[in-house]
């Protein structure tokens, strides 16, 4: 059914309603509401916006379905602000649980009636109020399919909830990490952002939601555990009845005393970026004849981003874009800048003098990939390499990092630089929500995952775009008294340099996607109980064990702990072999299966890793005996 078709229109020029309070949550307030629709646009270059219908017309012609249940025991409450508030009855949904970042699912169950609306809701009912009344909410997405639908939903249950103000991107289109920028420049309450990442979009694919807290940090645990036990007991949701808001254009639509602001996503984005790196600097060597750019934006939201950023700002020139109008399936693609996903700007920067440096970033523009002319960098090193050469390059490290951090999985690349700086240096599980706390504290600012994450306080999300700039900046620093005509210092030079001081870090990611989930439980239960029968010393083929465990986290700055966050083998020359389960997907078990072994002999960092690994490999597979519990003989994407 289709929420408007029930929406009551009482009294609509009734004002004696602000005796009502929020808390009359539903029952049995029937008088309602709403002063007259206003509109206006304070920027001067902004089109006015008006709302397409008056509330009494769009009430009972809205023509967007969208999924909240209209069920005739619908109450209205009033609201002192003067919307009409309706409670509609709904019931738990069971599975509704967020897993690494956010809650995600194929397209068509979030379509299920109630879906997103109870999961919106139970997430108001988890916040203290203090946290959204009257306060300010962002509200951005990587323009995939269901967006559209999503926002609206997202908009009026705002409203029913008594959130002042929206801030929406343009079309609902905003990627993660501006998302971030934009909650901590507006000092909002919080944001959602409305992304499976890398996922792949459209009808049959996925769908997700995740919200971010007033320092733009991903909420933490504490919070989406709340989420999930109200997800599993809520009975109403509140929604207010405005019509569908027209996203089309920046400006103001004021509904009572809710309001929604269309933004541009990229001018505050913009702003901060400039600030944290030397623009002119970047310019120079972009604007190079002799240095050929080349950025993939997969048709997703950094299409948004790279051309304002790269052509308009930094001179690259227009065709150094690619796939860069982003689309609601990806055109087909999987967002995710990898060496399997990303296989067209790979082979270009593999090809006879492709260009001197590629990157791409995924669906929400949170991730990077980073390639030189014929070589690829890890993100593991990326990270290292980034914290090694900041200072100098990039102006908002001018004093230095405060501190470094990097997820469990990712390699002790970025150990070394923390060690050989003097840094604090930090160890998080998995996913970008650990990191957050570190920085509010003080604690970190340049930190990384192996999956394509970099990024830094200047937000509190990874930023694809941050590192492609942060790459560029350490390029064009190195070059920047380089004549015309001289031979640049190279991406490949640049990282085998930094192997030649701190040695290498060889790594690789094993993804066996979408397995039976029976068959991949199984498999890390019999891991966690070889963890348990484990004791130092134990030889494992050539290799004696240091220690294996299952990661277990505190958090240094407010106590919490996780556990369960990996199994890893780790070996007396620092070798690692790590497991764990991912938390992103959407259908079956992806086991994902990382190893690590640390190189110091220069003569051998040539090497190639798969070579370099092998042994440590077919290890990790036997111990696991990975391919019996999942029946995959080979992994769907190395990295
Ligand atoms: C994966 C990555 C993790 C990353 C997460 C979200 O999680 O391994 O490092 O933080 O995706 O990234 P998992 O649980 O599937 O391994 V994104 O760009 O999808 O928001
Ligand atoms: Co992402």
Redesign the pocket.
Request: charged share 20%; with cysteine.
């Given at each position: 059914m289709v929420f408007s078709s029930c929406l009551r229109v009482e009294n609509v020029f009734s004002h004696a309603i602000s005796k009502f309070k929020h808390s009359n949550n539903g029952n049995g307030n029937g008088s309602v509401l709403s002063p007259p629709i206003s509109s206006f646009s304070l920027l001067s270059s902004s089109p006015l916006v008006f709302p397409k219908f008056s509330l009494l017309k769009t009430s009972l012609t809205h023509s967007l379905s969208v999924k909240v249940s209209s069920s005739s025991s619908s109450t209205a409450i009033a609201e002192p602000e003067g919307i009409k508030i309706n409670s509609v009855p709904t019931k738990p949904i069971e599975g509704q649980k967020t897993?690494?970042?956010?809650l995600r699912k194929k397209v068509k169950v979030f379509m299920q009636e109630n879906y997103l609306a109870n999961w919106i809701q139970a997430l108001f009912n988890s916040l203290p109020s203090e946290d959204y009344k009257n306060g300010l909410l962002v509200l951005g997405g990587d323009g995939r399919y269901f967006n559209k639908e999503a926002s609206q939903i997202i908009i009026k249950i705002a409203a029913g909830n008594g959130v002042g103000k929206i801030l929406v991107g343009k079309e609902g289109v905003m990627s993660?990490p501006a998302v971030s920028a934009v909650i901590r420049k507006r000092k909002a309450n919080g944001g959602f952002i409305m992304?499976?990442?890398?996922?792949p979009g459209g009808p049959e694919y996925d769908w997700g939601i995740?919200f971010n807290y007033n320092s733009g940090q991903p909420a933490p645990e504490s919070i989406t555990d709340k989420i999930y036990g109200n997800t599993l007991s809520i009975s109403k949701i509140k929604i207010a009845d405005i019509p569908d808001v027209d996203l089309s254009h920046p400006g103001f639509t004021k509904y009572g005393n809710f309001i929604v602001e269309v933004v541009d996503p990229v001018s505050d984005y913009l702003e901060l970026v400039e600030h944290v790196f030397d623009f002119e600097l970047i310019r120079s060597l972009l604007s190079r004849p002799d240095f050929r750019f080349i950025f993939d934006a997969m048709h997703a939201v950094t299409g948004a981003y790279a051309k304002p950023i790269f052509v308009d700002k930094l001179g690259a020139s227009p065709d150094s874009i690619s796939n860069g109008v982003p689309l609601e399936d990806f055109g087909h693609g999987h967002p995710d800048p990898n060496l399997t996903y990303a296989k067209d700007l790979v082979k270009i920067m593999y090809s006879e003098n492709g260009p001197d440096f590629g990157a791409a970033s995924?669906?929400?523009g949170?991730?990077n990939m980073i390639l030189g002319r014929g070589f690829f960098v890890t993100p593991s090193d990326s990270v290292a390499i980034i914290a090694a050469n900041s200072q100098g390059a990039i102006p908002y490290f001018k004093s230095g990092a405060k501190g470094l951090a990097r997820?469990m999985?990712t390699s002790g690349a970025l150990d070394r630089v923390a060690e050989k700086l003097n840094l604090p240096f930090f160890e998080v599980p998995?996913?970008?929500k650990f990191f957050g706390n570190l920085m509010d504290d003080g604690k970190l600012s340049i930190c990384g995952?192996?999956?394509?994450?970099t990024g830094s306080d200047h937000i509190r999300e990874?930023d694809g775009i941050w590192a492609v700039l942060a790459w560029l900046s350490i390029i064009a620093y190195r070059n920047k008294d380089k004549k015309p005509g001289e031979k640049l210092v190279s991406v490949a030079d640049v990282v085998k340099e930094h192997w030649a001081t701190f040695g290498r870090n060889f790594f690789s990611r094993y993804d066996y996607e979408e397995c039976e989930s029976e068959g991949a439980n199984k498999m890390m239960e019999y891991l966690r109980d070889l963890v348990s029968k484990s004791k130092p010393g134990d030889k494992y083929g050539s290799y004696a064990l240091q220690y294996a465990d299952d990661f277990k986290y505190t958090d240094p700055v407010d106590g919490s702990v996780v556990t369960k966050q990996g199994v890893r083998f780790v070996f007396t020359d620092g070798s690692r072999i790590i497991f764990?389960?991912?938390?992103?997907?959407s259908a079956g078990a992806?086991v994902?299966m990382y190893i690590e072994q640390f190189e110091p002999v220069a003569s051998k960092h040539e090497m190639d890793a798969q070579t370099a690994l092998k042994p440590l490999i077919d290890l990790a597979l036997s111990l696991s005996k990975l391919k019996d519990f999942t029946g995959r003989e080979k992994p769907t994407v190395i990295t």
């Amino acid at each position: 059914m289709v929420f408007s078709s029930c929406l009551r229109v009482e009294n609509v020029f009734s004002h004696a309603i602000s005796k009502f309070k929020h808390s009359n949550n539903g029952n049995g307030n029937g008088s309602v509401l709403s002063p007259p629709i206003s509109s206006f646009s304070l920027l001067s270059s902004s089109p006015l916006v008006f709302p397409k219908f008056s509330l009494l017309k769009t009430s009972l012609t809205h023509s967007l379905s969208v999924k909240v249940s209209s069920s005739s025991s619908s109450t209205a409450i009033a609201e002192p602000e003067g919307i009409k508030i309706n409670s509609v009855p709904t019931k738990p949904i069971e599975g509704q649980k967020t897993g690494t970042s956010g809650l995600r699912k194929k397209v068509k169950v979030f379509m299920q009636e109630n879906y997103l609306a109870n999961w919106i809701q139970a997430l108001f009912n988890s916040l203290p109020s203090e946290d959204y009344k009257n306060g300010l909410l962002v509200l951005g997405g990587d323009g995939r399919y269901f967006n559209k639908e999503a926002s609206q939903i997202i908009i009026k249950i705002a409203a029913g909830n008594g959130v002042g103000k929206i801030l929406v991107g343009k079309e609902g289109v905003m990627s993660t990490p501006a998302v971030s920028a934009v909650i901590r420049k507006r000092k909002a309450n919080g944001g959602f952002i409305m992304s499976a990442s890398h996922n792949p979009g459209g009808p049959e694919y996925d769908w997700g939601i995740k919200f971010n807290y007033n320092s733009g940090q991903p909420a933490p645990e504490s919070i989406t555990d709340k989420i999930y036990g109200n997800t599993l007991s809520i009975s109403k949701i509140k929604i207010a009845d405005i019509p569908d808001v027209d996203l089309s254009h920046p400006g103001f639509t004021k509904y009572g005393n809710f309001i929604v602001e269309v933004v541009d996503p990229v001018s505050d984005y913009l702003e901060l970026v400039e600030h944290v790196f030397d623009f002119e600097l970047i310019r120079s060597l972009l604007s190079r004849p002799d240095f050929r750019f080349i950025f993939d934006a997969m048709h997703a939201v950094t299409g948004a981003y790279a051309k304002p950023i790269f052509v308009d700002k930094l001179g690259a020139s227009p065709d150094s874009i690619s796939n860069g109008v982003p689309l609601e399936d990806f055109g087909h693609g999987h967002p995710d800048p990898n060496l399997t996903y990303a296989k067209d700007l790979v082979k270009i920067m593999y090809s006879e003098n492709g260009p001197d440096f590629g990157a791409a970033s995924d669906g929400d523009g949170d991730r990077n990939m980073i390639l030189g002319r014929g070589f690829f960098v890890t993100p593991s090193d990326s990270v290292a390499i980034i914290a090694a050469n900041s200072q100098g390059a990039i102006p908002y490290f001018k004093s230095g990092a405060k501190g470094l951090a990097r997820s469990m999985p990712t390699s002790g690349a970025l150990d070394r630089v923390a060690e050989k700086l003097n840094l604090p240096f930090f160890e998080v599980p998995t996913g970008w929500k650990f990191f957050g706390n570190l920085m509010d504290d003080g604690k970190l600012s340049i930190c990384g995952e192996e999956s394509f994450g970099t990024g830094s306080d200047h937000i509190r999300e990874k930023d694809g775009i941050w590192a492609v700039l942060a790459w560029l900046s350490i390029i064009a620093y190195r070059n920047k008294d380089k004549k015309p005509g001289e031979k640049l210092v190279s991406v490949a030079d640049v990282v085998k340099e930094h192997w030649a001081t701190f040695g290498r870090n060889f790594f690789s990611r094993y993804d066996y996607e979408e397995c039976e989930s029976e068959g991949a439980n199984k498999m890390m239960e019999y891991l966690r109980d070889l963890v348990s029968k484990s004791k130092p010393g134990d030889k494992y083929g050539s290799y004696a064990l240091q220690y294996a465990d299952d990661f277990k986290y505190t958090d240094p700055v407010d106590g919490s702990v996780v556990t369960k966050q990996g199994v890893r083998f780790v070996f007396t020359d620092g070798s690692r072999i790590i497991f764990r389960l991912s938390g992103t997907g959407s259908a079956g078990a992806t086991v994902r299966m990382y190893i690590e072994q640390f190189e110091p002999v220069a003569s051998k960092h040539e090497m190639d890793a798969q070579t370099a690994l092998k042994p440590l490999i077919d290890l990790a597979l036997s111990l696991s005996k990975l391919k019996d519990f999942t029946g995959r003989e080979k992994p769907t994407v190395i990295t």
